[in-house]
């Protein structure tokens, strides 16, 4: 019996992982713990969740693999300041101390930090993977495919920002990547932070404001700040990007191209302008990768593909790689980020290292995603009433048909069950849901529950089993990374009045039998529900159908904006205590809000920083 330990850390999404002889076991981020989204810092809660959770101790742990070279990312930093002087002086002057003080000697640090967890850990144990080989490995042997081409796509790792692997049972290479400073992840979060969002945090933000706008600057993108080649592989024309040497993004001739400053969220407001760019740059990184995929399947003829690194979590650009048909088969790793980087990083080391070969399967090797902590029914109990909570207890019969009856009333329900999901995605364990024929449910998730911005797309959660009736999609999309328009004939026609709209004004339109869940541009982000992974949730969605004959959920993330999604029982009674759900579901306990004391009532709102 074998353990492998991943970890990733220090930069964002910290995260660690536990294989058991190459089974994947258990995986969690550590914002889920500390409660700080995006966390950093060394993921120390987490693994000692995967450790109690095994009921072993860290020296049972045969190696712990970090998931990049430290030294290789400074190397990266050095040659970038050097190559830049003097432009590069102030990112030089805020950035080199916290190198040379602390990220430099990253494997004393980290032994310390393992030390403290358990004082027999032997340091010989430790091992440092590649950044992209990690994200690589997460995708690839996590998959059902025996072989495929495997491609990673992020902002940067040590040097390469890009890479195209072969993956095969008993080998794995990288073949061809694309370094520092030419990375579509950073293009994205140019355009992220030109339109006022977060960089790593905020691109998803993007995504979803991009329907509301038209690509009139496609064209002046790919004039002036990329150069695609007809294989897919790029350049990013430096002269318009600042992050190179300094501390923003973009400079003045990226404002000057398109002729506006850099959106300040804190007092501006969205506008036209602002969706037509994140239009422009979407349909860019979508051909960019059509390219790239095209080129590759005709190089080395493999049907099958797996996608990891932060770019693939762009679900709009994997619904249109899947659209256009040309490999048999895609799957994208869940958590592609960072904190899937702590997966990769065991798998490779398992895989790649030790040179043991792929496990067949027809399935992936996920598990639904569903890889962290479980509450049992005493822990639950005893949290509610420590909280002064007011509760139910039913079967798990009647608590489903309960909540699928407060949710056919228009009710949001917070709902809670089973392992929680690693990545971003809230997939039926720590979700927030409502009913996706409401017009008004979109709206009420957004600016009661969620306090995010009103123009937010949801996902429905869908039984595996009804999705052809509902969606123009043929495969499962489990982790819902892939967007697919409704069917025709479930959708309404828009009114001469209507087309006349734009922007946001566009988001009152009820545009199918689905409205909820239907954006402007009649997509859906899909989760296809499976009994196998997820029986609790899929139960409750039958229940739901039953009643209304509809198989459909809302399904977003069960925290509010700028919070991590929640983990433990207590966060959830929290969340629900500071936002305007309706109902909170527990496992087996049902929790009513006109029931709660008015003293336990939370200012969520203003909680948690914007995200």
């Keep these: 019996m074998t353990y492998v330990l991943g970890i990733s850390a220090f930069y964002h999404d910290s995260a660690a992982a536990l294989i058991k002889d190459g089974v994947v076991i258990s995986a969690v981020q550590e914002e889920r713990f500390t409660r700080k989204k995006h966390d950093a810092s060394f993921p120390s809660l987490s693994i000692k969740f995967l450790i109690d959770s095994e009921k072993i101790s860290l020296n049972k742990i045969s190696k712990i693999v970090f998931y990049d070279k430290p030294f290789l990312k400074f190397e990266r930093l050095l040659e970038t300041y050097i190559s830049t002087a003097p432009f590069s002086f102030n990112s030089f002057r805020m950035g080199m101390p916290i190198w040379l003080r602390e990220k430099l000697f990253l494997k004393k640090i980290i032994i310390?930090?393992?030390?403290?967890?358990?004082?027999?850990?032997?340091?010989?144990?430790?091992?440092?993977?590649?950044?992209?080989?990690?994200?690589?490995?997460?995708?690839?042997?996590?998959?059902?495919?025996?072989e495929a081409i495997v491609l990673t796509l992020d902002g940067v790792g040590e040097w390469a920002t890009s890479t195209v692997s072969i993956g095969q049972k008993d080998k794995f290479e990288i073949v061809k990547e694309i370094n520092f400073p030419h990375s579509l992840g950073l293009l994205y979060s140019a355009f992220t932070y030109y339109t006022g969002f977060k960089v790593n945090s905020g691109e998803y933000k993007l995504m979803g404001l991009a329907p509301y706008g038209r690509p009139v600057y496609k064209n002046k993108i790919l004039d002036n700040l990329i150069d695609i080649k007809n294989d897919g592989s790029f350049r990013l024309n430096q002269k318009y990007f600042n992050y190179l040497y300094g501390l923003t993004m973009i400079n003045k001739n990226f404002e000057?191209?398109?002729?506006q400053k850099y959106r300040n969220p804190e007092n501006e407001k969205l506008t036209q302008f602002h969706m037509d760019i994140?239009?422009?740059?979407?349909?860019?990184?979508?051909?960019?990768?059509?390219?790239?995929?095209?080129?590759?399947?005709?190089?080395?003829?493999?049907?099958?593909?797996?996608?990891?690194?932060?770019?693939?979590?762009?679900?709009?650009?994997?619904?249109?790689l899947l659209k256009e048909g040309k490999f048999k088969n895609i799957w994208i790793q869940p958590a592609s980020g960072d904190a899937g980087g702590s997966l990769g990083a065991a798998l490779a080391y398992w895989h790649i290292e030790k040179g043991n070969k792929k496990t067949k399967s027809k399935q992936d090797h996920m598990q639904g995603s569903f890889l962290g902590p479980k509450y049992e029914r005493s822990e639950i109990k005893t949290n509610l009433i420590k909280l002064g909570a007011k509760f139910q207890e039913m079967s798990e019969l009647k608590v489903i048909q309960k909540t699928a009856k407060a949710l056919s009333q228009g009710k949001a329900i917070g709902w809670f069950q089973g392992k929680m999901e690693f990545g971003p995605r809230a997939l039926g364990s720590r979700s927030i849901l409502g009913d996706p024929r409401s017009d008004s449910m979109q709206k009420t998730l957004n600016l009661k529950v969620k306090f995010r911005e009103s123009f937010r797309p949801f996902a429905p959660s869908i039984l595996r089993e009804d999705l052809e009736n509902w969606f123009e999609l043929r495969c499962d999309s489990p982790y819902m990374l892939l967007v697919s328009q409704v069917k025709k004939e479930l959708c309404f026609k828009m009114t001469n009045e209507d087309e006349k709209l734009f922007g946001i004004d566009k988001l009152n339109v009820k545009r199918s039998k689905i409205p909820a869940v239907t954006h402007i541009d009649y997509s859906s982000r899909v989760q296809t529900v499976h009994e196998d992974t997820n029986k609790r949730y899929h139960s409750l969605i039958k229940e739901f159908k039953r009643l209304t004959g509809c198989p459909i959920l809302v399904n977003t993330s069960f925290n509010v904006r700028g919070e991590p999604i929640v983990c433990s029982p207590a966060d959830a009674f929290r969340c629900f205590m500071g936002t305007d759900l309706d109902a909170l579901v527990i496992e087996n306990f049902y929790?009513?809000?006109?029931?709660?004391?008015?003293?336990?009532?939370?200012?969520?709102?203003?909680?948690?920083?914007?995200?």
């Design 591 to 611: 929790l009513e809000k006109n029931m709660q004391d008015i003293g336990l009532y939370e200012d969520y709102k203003n909680k948690y920083e914007l995200d």
């Design 256 to 259: 000057n191209l398109f002729g």
């Design 112 to 146: 310390n930090k393992i030390i403290d967890i358990d004082k027999t850990f032997s340091t010989n144990n430790l091992f440092f993977s590649e950044h992209h080989l990690s994200h690589a490995a997460s995708a690839f042997y996590p998959s059902p495919f025996e």
């Design 278 to 320: 994140a239009s422009s740059i979407q349909l860019v990184i979508e051909e960019v990768v059509i390219k790239i995929t095209n080129s590759l399947l005709n190089e080395y003829k493999i049907e099958n593909l797996c996608l990891a690194g932060g770019v693939a979590l762009n679900c709009v650009s994997n619904g249109r």
